[in-house]
C-alpha cells in the first residue's frame, strides 16, 4: 500500500550547522510533494513543495530534493536556528487527483542544540 | 482575521456528550479538510469539501459527522465518541481540490473521557 516515511523519528543538530531531513515514498504516481513544519502548540506551516518534473528547488534557506528513481525526498536547511526546531513532515499526491489528498509522513523531530 | 481559524482550541467531553468543532477560512479558498492528527501517527485525511460539496469521506465512523454550510466555514460534529477518538483535529484550506498547498488552522484538542 501507499506509505511515506521519514528515516529518523529525530535529528539533533548544532546551531549554524546544516540540516537534512530525509523521506521516502512509494507511490510511483505521486508527482507532487511538499514539506510542512510544525512547532508545538501550531498547525502545520507549509514550508516548500516541488513537482515532479523538478529534481531540485530551493527556498529561503531550504532546498528541497527529489530522486524519483530511488522515490526519495530530502530537505535541507541551511544554517539551521533555534527557530528551527519543530516536526517537520514530507506528504505526496497526485495532481490527477481531484480531491486534494495528501499523504503524510509521521515526522521527524528537528532539535536545534545551541 | 486572517487564514484558517479553529474554534474551540481545546475541548473535553464524555463519552454520551455531543460537541461541535468549528473552522473558518479567510483565504477566498474552494476546499476544506478535516485531519485528525494522533501522536506518533501520521495525519489522517477525514474528510474534504469542495465548493461546500463533500468529494471524499476517508471511511470514518458515523460518530463523526461533517457539515459545510458556505465555501468559508466547515464543521465538525462530535457524538457519542470513544477514548480513542482523543487527537487533535486540524482544518485545513486550499485553493481548489486537487493536490497542491494546504493551509492548515492550529488544531482543536479534543480529550474524550
Known amino acids: 500500500g501507499e506509505s511515506v516515511g521519514l528515516h529518523l523519528p529525530t535529528l539533533s543538530v548544532q546551531e549554524g550547522d546544516n540540516s537534512i531531513i530525509n523521506c521516502a515514498y512509494s507511490?510511483?504516481?505521486?508527482?507532487?510533494f511538499i514539506w510542512y513544519k510544525q512547532e508545538s502548540g501550531k498547525g502545520p506551516q507549509f514550508i516548500i513543495d516541488?513537482?515532479?518534473?523538478?529534481d531540485k528547488r530551493q527556498g529561503q534557506r531550504v532546498t528541497v530534493l527529489l530522486n524519483k528513481t530511488v522515490k526519495h525526498l530530502s530537505l535541507q536547511i541551511a544554517a539551521t536556528q533555534p527557530g528551527d526546531s519543530a516536526v517537520y513532515f514530507c506528504?505526496?499526491?497526485?495532481?490527477?487527483?481531484?480531491?486534494?489528498?495528501?499523504?503524510f509522513g509521521q515526522g521527524t523531530t528537528l532539535q536545534v542544540k545551541p | 482575521e486572517t487564514g484558517v481559524t479553529q474554534t474551540p482550541r481545546h475541548l473535553v467531553m464524555g463519552m454520551t456528550n455531543k460537541k461541535s468543532l468549528k473552522c473558518e477560512q479567510h483565504?477566498?479558498?474552494?476546499?476544506m479538510y478535516w485531519y485528525k492528527q494522533s501522536a506518533k501517527k501520521p495525519l489522517e485525511l477525514m474528510f474534504v469539501?469542495?465548493?461546500?460539496?463533500?468529494?471524499e469521506n476517508n471511511s470514518v465512523p458515523s460518530r463523526f459527522s461533517p457539515e459545510c454550510p458556505n465555501s468559508s466555514h466547515l464543521f465538525l460534529h462530535l457524538h457519542t465518541l470513544q477514548p480513542e477518538d482523543s487527537a487533535l483535529y486540524l482544518c485545513a484550506s486550499s485553493q481548489g481540490p486537487g493536490a497542491n498547498v494546504l493551509t492548515f488552522g492550529a488544531g482543536s484538542r479534543l480529550t474524550v473521557l
Open positions: 506528504a505526496e499526491g497526485e495532481g490527477t487527483s481531484n480531491t486534494g489528498k495528501l499523504i
Open positions: 507511490n510511483s504516481a505521486s508527482d507532487y
Open positions: 483565504l477566498g479558498h474552494n476546499a
Open positions: 469539501y469542495s465548493l461546500e460539496e463533500r468529494v
Open positions: 516541488i513537482r515532479s518534473n523538478m
